[in-house]
């Protein structure tokens, strides 16, 4: 990234625990954020789906006993491929890694990982959680390919829109796909300092989308920004992780093993 803060470390991207922590955590989930390296418009950074997965994975694990694993910072967003900068891997290359990562947790005493997924383009995601809920609690070679692991994908649907409603986010979720009110609202309130100039001036909205798959984004828009950013706030930004933290309790509670200690008082929120 060039421009003043190119090469400045980003804070609260990566966990920072030591195994004396992570042994007194006691954690029976972990979280794992996966991001992207693609493009967001002419003024947030390449990597904007991995500080979102990892802002919402550190509030997870700041109000729940969760394992906060390091960030998956490159994924599938072959639809961006129009733009400088996008970086991709095969959706078999992510299925790999995250069936990899389940495998290792499990042989360290970890039984449930949630992915914390912050790209969209993500689809076989949906497919890996869908197979570890055939295979969670099986032995064999199954469970050598991470089976045994209990899954689940967040935030999901209702986690985003019950989130955008107690923030305030006024663009539909269809019309704000990409580099918008919501994203750029987080980047606002966790790392501002990232946000170029040009966000005031770049709405853009492109409803009709009919052949995004077949065509990728350069079809529908030359910025590569889908939505209203010019309607984002840093206080939309604190709401909408807050929202997501809350939401996050249902997620823990199916995963978590019996024996896992409760979240401290006044910290789930």
């Known amino acids: 990234m060039n421009g003043p803060d190119a090469g400045a470390p980003v804070r609260g ?10 042994g007194a955590r006691r954690a029976g989930v972990a979280v794992l954020p996966i991001g992207s390296f693609e493009q967001h418009g002419p003024y947030l950074p390449l990597m904007t ?3 979102i997965a990892c802002a919402i994975a550190r509030e ?6 969760v394992l906060r694993l390091p960030p998956v910072t490159v994924s599938c967003s072959h639809e961006h491929a129009a733009w400088p900068g996008t970086v991709s891997i095969s959706a078999a290359t ?25 790209h969209g383009g993500n689809y076989v995601l949906r497919n890996v959680v869908q197979e570890s809920a055939g295979s969670a609690g099986t032995a064999g070679p199954a469970a050598s390919a991470g089976g045994g692991t209990r899954m689940a994908l967040f935030p999901g649907s209702a986690d985003w829109s019950a989130a955008r409603d107690r923030a305030g986010v006024r663009t539909p979720a269809h019309s704000d796909m990409h580099a918008g009110e919501l994203e750029t609202s987080i980047l606002l309130h966790e790392h501002p300092e990232l946000v170029r ?19 990728g984004l350069r079809a529908y828009t030359e910025t590569g920004v889908i939505g209203r950013p010019s309607l984002a706030t840093a206080e939309k930004g604190k709401e909408l992780l807050a929202g997501l933290t809350d939401s996050f ?15 401290a008082p006044g910290e789930a929120r």
């Open 13 to 22: 991207l990566l966990p920072l625990d030591t195994t004396l922590d992570a």
């Open 49 to 51: 789906d991995t500080l």
């Open 60 to 65: 997870v694990a700041a109000a729940y006993p």
């Open 94 to 118: 992510l299925y790999a890694v995250v069936r990899d990562i389940a495998d290792s947790l499990r042989r360290s005493g970890i039984g449930s990982l949630v992915l914390i997924n912050g």
């Open 197 to 215: 100039s040009g966000h005031m001036t770049s709405d853009f909205l492109a409803d009709d989308r009919e052949h995004f798959l077949t065509l």
């Open 249 to 263: 309790a249902g997620y823990f509670s199916l995963l978590a093993p019996a024996e896992s200690p409760d979240p």
